[in-house]
């Protein structure tokens, strides 16, 4: 079975950091390139970055773009993404995913918050 | 970046009956190299993960009903649904995949009459 979990989320101040991570498991991690997703409350789905397979492409959302990096770890099955300089607007569900797959995991909501 | 335009925004239907949803992109998705749109299609219901339904504009994902019909190229795409059930009420997103930035259509919101 295909799983993707999200952890690292929580509540954090404006212009601190939060680095999320997802473990993968069920399907060849390393073969896929990976992206990052996020969804604020009530709204629609925003995709914010990826990284392919053995991380020699990324790229961002012009909004995240220098304030995240997103990398990955084959040999641990995990993606991540350092999150820095956080603003509310960021605040949201994020979830990992292999969109060429079609696997998501179920997100991790950060929410930036005095 | 390529902007996905998405309606309606919210639709409310009867069980039984069809509906459609569309989204048009400000560029072509048809790639030259396979022929192929990378647009795809997502449901998302209350408190779920977004779930594929279709890819290359109208290939239905694997255990997907074929009440769920992907089609267009180009730049103007329709995601139809016939013989909706109450299970299919759901918003309803539309994603192109052809270049970075990836984006998403706005959603529709599908929800009973």
């Known amino acids: 079975e295909v799983q993707l979990v999200e952890s690292g989320g929580g509540l954090v101040q404006p212009g601190r950091s939060l680095k999320l991570s997802c473990v993968a498991s069920?399907?060849?991690?390393?073969?896929?390139?990976m992206n990052w997703i996020r969804q604020a409350p009530g709204k629609g789905l925003e995709w914010v970055a990826y990284?392919?397979?053995?991380?020699?492409?990324?790229y961002y959302a012009e909004t995240v773009k220098g304030r995240f990096t997103i990398s990955r770890d084959n040999a641990k099955n995990t993606l991540y993404l350092q999150m820095t300089s956080l603003r509310s607007e960021d605040t949201a569900l994020y979830y990992c995913a292999s969109l060429a797959r079609g696997y998501w995991g179920q997100g991790v909501m950060v929410t930036v918050s005095s | 970046d390529i902007v996905m335009t998405q309606s309606p925004f919210s639709l409310a239907v009867s069980e039984g009956e069809m509906v459609t949803i569309n989204c048009k992109s400000s560029q072509s998705l048809l790639s030259s190299g396979n022929q192929k749109n990378y647009l795809a299609w997502y449901q998302q219901k209350p408190g779920q993960s977004p779930k594929l339904l279709i890819y290359y504009a109208s290939t239905r994902q694997s255990g997907v009903p074929d009440r769920f019909i992907g089609s267009g190229s180009g730049t103007d795409f329709t995601l139809t649904i016939s013989d909706v059930q109450a299970e299919d009420l759901a918003d309803y997103y539309c994603?192109?995949?052809?270049?970075?930035?990836?984006?998403f259509g706005a959603g529709t919101k599908l929800e009973l009459k």
């Open positions: 994603l192109q995949h052809y270049s970075y930035p990836y984006t």
């Open positions: 990284i392919s397979s053995g991380s020699s492409y990324i």
């Open positions: 069920g399907f060849t991690f390393s073969n896929y390139g």
